[in-house]
């Protein structure tokens, strides 16, 4: 059995409307040809060499991914860069690639409300509302919300349980009272200031600066980076229920098993 790539990519429309995504970013179908059929999809955060190499050993059809396989420009597509050799296996193998990026992280259903509800903030609301839709109740980047009343070394090893994490990098007093939590996936640094103004004791993100530790450990706002990839690799199990309950049988879903966090702890 299978469906036409272009059933799919609608499919992903309705869960993050494109529109919903930032000015910089690139989403869509990113590579190949809507109207051809997909039996075996594969879900990643990324696409890279090994997750490309992965998909044309299951000979499946299409990759899903959070991350574009192409963000910058691309000049050109030859066997002297990493991306060109990705992009000409991808072509010469007849795999799509669609990425949900950005639009994914504001949408109404999308990463920052599942960020949300793994950490089981009560009461959350949108931390950034998106100026890109017409219904701004719905859609915004990160949440605010509250958590039973713990101290922040208490949050942190809250954080690593929810989010099966080894480890979090924390910024603030140990002891500080926790109860407003305000959080976003992946690179969210620049929603700290929106928290901070919102009355967060803690912002949870990935990708924290040292510069920006230090702003805000003097403001008094507590920080817990969660890293970038522990933050939104929660996406897969969502990307495979959402796949699964549009199409049941039709595809076959495999989750990559060689997307893994680049940084190594010691």
């Known amino acids: 059995m299978s469906v036409k790539c272009i059933e799919i990519i609608n499919k992903m429309k309705e869960l993050a409307p494109p529109k919903l995504a930032e000015s910089w970013d690139n989403v869509g179908l990113l590579v190949g040809d809507s109207n051809m059929r997909v039996e075996k999809i594969l879900i990643s955060l990324d696409a890279t060499k090994d997750v490309v190499d992965e998909a044309i050993s299951n000979e499946v059809d299409m990759i899903l991914t959070h991350h574009p396989i192409i963000f910058k420009g691309v ?3 030859n066997t002297s860069t990493v991306i060109g050799r990705k992009l000409i296996k991808l072509i010469k193998n007849d795999i799509c690639v669609y990425s949900a990026h950005t639009n994914l992280d504001s949408a109404s259903e999308g990463l920052s409300v599942l960020l949300a509800d793994k950490l089981k903030l009560n009461d959350s609301d949108i931390l950034e509302p998106n100026n890109n839709f017409d219904v701004l109740d719905l859609c915004g980047t990160g949440r605010i919300g509250y958590l039973e009343e713990m101290t922040l070394e208490e949050l942190s090893h809250y954080v690593k349980d929810k989010l099966n994490l080894e480890r979090v990098r924390v910024i603030g007093d140990l002891d500080k009272r926790i109860r407003k939590v305000a959080v976003s996936p992946g690179s969210s640094m620049e929603f700290a200031e929106t928290a ?9 993100t990935g990708d924290i600066k040292y510069h920006d530790a230090m702003d805000y450990q003097e403001k008094g706002m507590a920080l817990i980076d969660a890293g970038h990839f522990g933050t939104e690799n929660i996406v897969l199990p969502m990307f ?13 879903i495999i989750t990559s098993k060689v997307n893994k966090d680049p940084f190594i702890i010691r």
């Open 196 to 204: 901070y103004r919102n009355g967060a004791d803690v912002y949870i």
């Open 75 to 77: 000049k050109h597509i």
């Open 240 to 252: 495979e229920e959402y796949i699964k309950k549009c199409f049941g049988e039709q595809l076959q």
